[in-house]
């Protein structure tokens, strides 16, 4: 059993934010039991907490689980019957208005996005430590997310676009639907190494578990590290390989 095992959210542990399933709750809380979890993905705090910790059993180790919001750029554990803020890299109120802008002129530029039509929820949402740009909204129902950029075409313009507006910053693809901006140099793989000096153990010691291990994929960044890595198709797959590390003890 890996010391730290961490895991994608979306796409990995649950549909897009969907809550987990009782089978994968159940499975997640006896992991809990043996091991260090931590769960790193784009969504803030709140969403962590409704598709994740709410979903587990009363019993389930929290002490066991870390929580990354914001690809990376936060970090919380349960302390004292509360969940605890390690670091945060927080962007601050001119950054964040100026990746707003330059959010606005991609969408205009490339036209994949038009601000005057009608959406599910917000499209631009400053989390902290990330500004996130979501086409359809933060609400999107998930048929509408799936058709909306399959080949991750449209995702691609975006973040090569955008980062070259902003050369200070990192620009990543972040849900089926959505462009993740944090400071620079903060992302999934910032978060993973954040995780293993906190537990003094070697990246080699750790497994990253995700959906989008590949070449402009939300989790590419993880390669930077030298953590064990798993591809997983979706819930479904990962669920049969939590089951395969349980059986394993």
């Known amino acids: 059993m890996p010391k730290l095992i961490i895991f994608d959210l979306d796409g990995t542990l649950a549909e897009s934010k969907q809550p987990l399933t009782d089978e994968m709750a159940v499975l997640l ?3 809990l039991a043996h091991t260090r979890v931590a769960v790193i993905s784009g969504g803030a705090l709140p969403q962590f907490l409704k ?3 709410r979903q587990l059993p009363s019993d389930a180790h929290l002490s066991n689980l870390y929580l990354l919001p914001t690809s990376g750029a936060a970090f919380y554990e349960w302390k004292q ?7 945060e ?3 601050s109120e001119k950054e964040a208005q100026t990746i707003e802008a330059a959010m606005r002129a991609a969408a205009a530029k490339t036209g994949l996005i038009d601000f005057s039509k009608p959406v599910w929820g917000e499209r631009i949402e400053y989390r902290g430590g990330q500004v996130t740009l979501s086409a359809l909204g933060q609400k999107a129902p998930m048929e509408e997310k799936k058709k909306w950029d399959p ?3 449209k995702r691609h313009a975006l973040q090569e676009l955008l980062a070259a507006l902003l ?3 990192s620009v990543g ?11 620079r140099g903060v992302d999934k793989a910032y978060g993973v ?3 293993c000096e906190r537990f003094g153990i070697s990246e080699s010691e750790a497994l990253y578990i995700g959906d989008e291990l590949r070449a402009g994929g939300n989790d590419e960044a993880v390669y930077k590290t030298n953590v064990e890595t798993k591809s997983v198709n979706g819930p479904a797959d990962t669920k049969v390989f939590i089951e395969s590390l349980l059986e394993s003890i």
């Open 29 to 31: 809380s006896q992991l």
């Open 51 to 53: 598709q994740v910790v």
């Open 81 to 87: 019957d509360n969940w605890n803020k390690v670091y």
């Open 89 to 91: 890299e927080r962007l």
């Open 151 to 153: 080949d991750h075409a």
């Open 167 to 169: 050369p200070e910053f």
């Open 173 to 183: 693809i972040g849900g089926i639907t959505s462009i993740d901006v944090t400071k």
């Open 193 to 195: 190494r954040k995780l």
